[in-house]
């Protein structure tokens, strides 16, 4: 539904059909694709896919939240890339980082005893 590409890198809405959820609906996720590698970022919505096939044109109040939503995500996520690739050092722990999903432990400080 929303899409987004430059300098290698492309920013997509997906239905992540793969595997369903104990609801029977499936997450709805930012892809995120760079060097041929993909990292999806989940928006906390869930749809059916005939409900994903008419997002874009829905007229229901409930789903134009859902729209919403998942467009404010992209969005968040589309700046955040675009700020990376800018500065020429787009990599998905960097993005990881800015968007607060942080993987990578941070450093502590060493004992340094008395």
Avoid at 29 to 38: D, L, W
Avoid at 75 to 93: H, M, N, P, T, Y
């Amino acid at each position: 539904m929303f899409k987004y590409s430059k300098d290698g890198i492309s920013v997509l809405s997906v239905l992540d059909a793969r595997r369903a959820k104990k609801s029977g609906l499936f997450p709805v996720k930012i892809q995120v694709i760079h060097n041929r590698k993909q990292k999806y970022y989940s928006t906390g919505k869930e749809l059916s896919k005939e409900d994903w096939e008419i997002l874009a044109e829905s007229k229901s109040r409930r789903l134009i939240e859902i729209r919403a939503s998942v467009e404010n995500s992209f969005s968040i996520i589309k700046s955040q890339v675009e700020a990376l690739a800018e500065r020429g050092d787009f990599c998905f722990d960097a993005l990881s980082m800015r968007l607060g999903r942080c993987t990578v432990q941070p450093l502590t400080q060493p004992y340094r005893g008395k």
